[in-house]
């Protein structure tokens, strides 16, 4: 077995891409996006393994629809990460720069 360092879909089954699509897009999304008769009429993971398998250029494009779905999903998590505001920046900001001291206790003045 060969180390594939490059390789995206290293380690990745067939059905675990489809079941992704499926979940993330739903078969009619996967359909507009990759035209294959398998994911509009009747779609079942089944089959569309049992095409896929037999099907080298469908298999491609599907793999490549699902690099591009995690691509996207990965950039927008990057972008959203880029503008939340760490806690402890927006923390310092709210409170004043003086430190909190405690009060001195009272003294009873029953003795």
């Given at each position: 077995?060969?180390?594939?360092?490059?390789?995206?879909?290293?380690?990745?089954?067939?059905q675990l891409i489809v079941e992704t699509?499926?979940?993330?897009?739903?078969?009619?999304?996967?359909?507009?996006?990759?035209?294959?008769?398998?994911?509009s009429s009747d779609p079942s993971v089944?089959?569309?393994?049992?095409?896929?398998?037999?099907?080298?250029?469908?298999?491609?494009?599907?793999?490549?629809?699902?690099?591009?779905?995690?691509?996207?999903?990965?950039?927008?998590?990057?972008?959203?990460?880029?503008?939340?505001i760490p806690a402890e920046k927006s923390?310092?900001?709210?409170?004043?720069?003086?430190?909190?001291?405690?009060?001195?206790?009272?003294?009873?003045?029953?003795?």
């Open positions: 077995m060969t180390i594939q360092k490059n390789n995206p879909l290293h380690g990745l089954t067939l699509l499926v979940e993330k897009l739903g078969w009619e999304q996967m359909h507009r996006q990759v035209k294959i008769n398998c994911f089944k089959s569309s393994l049992k095409f896929l398998r037999k099907t080298p250029w469908a298999r491609s494009k599907v793999e490549e629809l699902y690099l591009n779905t995690q691509h996207s999903a990965s950039t927008k998590a990057a972008t959203a990460a880029k503008h939340v923390i310092s900001n709210t409170s004043s720069s003086a430190e909190f001291v405690w009060p001195e206790p009272k003294k009873s003045t029953d003795q």
